[in-house]
């Protein structure tokens, strides 16, 4: 794969949609710029598509919040480039997403996780269940409370995917999909190159951007790393007329609507490394999760059922940073945020790659707090 090409200025490893989104933002900053991809190139962890900076169930780190926010304020420019530099729809939709409680000790955990919206002015409404039902007619009767956040939406991950290839390709990036990297090479104590499975690249930096982390390659420093698996369900509701139209979230599963009628169930994630389809009853308790939110889901037919990995860090806060070898780089740990990170993360790691001053500060993300 790589004999004979001319050394890159960087190698970004990994082909998820974060991997992809910082090869573009660094070959726009006229690098020179290779993507190995371990398989297909833009392929997401997940179908999901939630774009929802502040429809957060649970509380999370302050730095994660600012860096949720700061993409969601890139994201719908950042998507509107990519759309007109491909001709592909994205099916961006920001409809608003709603999150929603069933009982006293529920509305106390959300109202307690929208701390961070509030100290930062945030917009968010808080809905009686009649309201929310009125927005939502097919959200359930029992609904204890409701907060409504017009400014969240979804896109279509796997089409964001495809368009982020075409045009970092359209932007120079030397897309390499099926190749792997077995090692970082140095000399004089600096990145000099990375061993892969077609031969030895010349490179001046490289970003280790797999979505499991650097893993086995070798002279990667050590991460520790949590890996979980979401399970999640397509169902068809094209014939409801009152099916979901936002994003909806409680505490056991979000609802993503998708403009063909069908809604994707993403549930809670559950630990270890799982398969690539949920158990029969796994299947069944998020179905049970479904009908809890939408009563009427007990119509719609299942059309197809999956599992995503996702993998996170200790402390929940991604990995983005230089490590201890000079022009040795590392993004991981997204979790469920992929999509919703990729502008953000994307700018900050090229910043940090090309010696700028970033959006926002990036210690709190720098692999040195874990030892690397």
């Not at 939709?93 to 955990?109: I, K, P």
């Not at 190749?179 to 030895?200: D, L, M, P």
């Not at 009908?291 to 990995?319: H, I, K, M």
């Not at 940073?321 to 994307?346: I, M, N, Q, Y």
Request: charged residues 20%; negative net charge.
């Amino acid at each position: 794969m790589t004999r004979g090409l001319a050394p890159a200025d960087v190698v970004v490893t990994g082909g998820g949609l974060v991997a992809v989104a910082l090869a573009l933002e660094l070959a726009r900053r006229d690098l020179t710029v290779d993507l190995l991809a371990g398989g297909r190139a833009g392929v997401p962890s997940a179908p999901g598509g939630a774009v929802a900076a502040q429809a957060t169930v649970e509380a999370v780190p302050e730095a994660l919040a600012d860096l949720a926010f700061l993409s969601r304020h890139l994201f719908s420019d950042w998507l509107s480039a990519l759309e007109e530099e491909t001709g592909l729809p994205c099916e961006y939709d920001e409809r608003g997403a709603m999150t929603v409680a069933f009982d006293d000790a529920e509305e106390v955990l959300l109202d307690r996780a929208l701390d961070a919206q509030r100290l930062r002015g945030i917009h968010f409404e808080v809905l009686e269940p009649e309201e929310a039902r009125g927005r939502e007619p097919a959200l359930s009767a029992s609904l204890h409370a409701a907060f409504s956040f017009p400014r969240d939406g979804v896109a279509r991950a796997g089409r964001v995917g495809r368009a982020l290839v075409l045009t970092a390709r359209a932007a120079g990036v030397r897309v390499h999909e099926g190749s792997s990297v077995q090692a970082v090479a140095f000399a004089a104590g600096r990145v000099a190159g990375v061993e892969t499975s077609g031969g030895f690249l010349p490179v001046e930096a490289v970003v280790l951007a797999g979505r499991g982390g650097p893993g086995r390659v070798g002279g990667a420093p050590p991460l520790r790393l949590s890996v979980s698996v979401r399970p999640w369900l397509r169902l068809d509701a094209a014939s409801d007329p009152d099916r979901p139209t936002r994003l909806l979230r409680s505490r056991g599963v979000s609802l993503v609507p998708r403009r063909d009628g069908s809604i994707l169930a993403l549930g809670r994630p559950e630990p270890g490394p799982g398969a690539d389809r949920p158990s029969a009853g796994t299947v069944a308790n998020l179905l049970s999760e479904v009908q809890r939110l939408v009563p009427a889901s007990s119509c719609w037919a299942l059309v197809e059922a999956g599992a995503g990995r996702e993998v996170s860090v200790p402390d929940r806060l991604p990995v983005v940073g230089e490590t201890a070898s000079p022009g040795l780089f590392v993004t991981a740990g997204w979790d469920a945020d992929e999509l919703l990170l990729a502008p953000a993360v994307a700018a900050l790691a090229a910043d940090l790659v090309t010696g700028r001053t970033p959006p926002l500060a990036a210690a709190p993300f720098s692999p040195g707090r874990m030892g690397s």
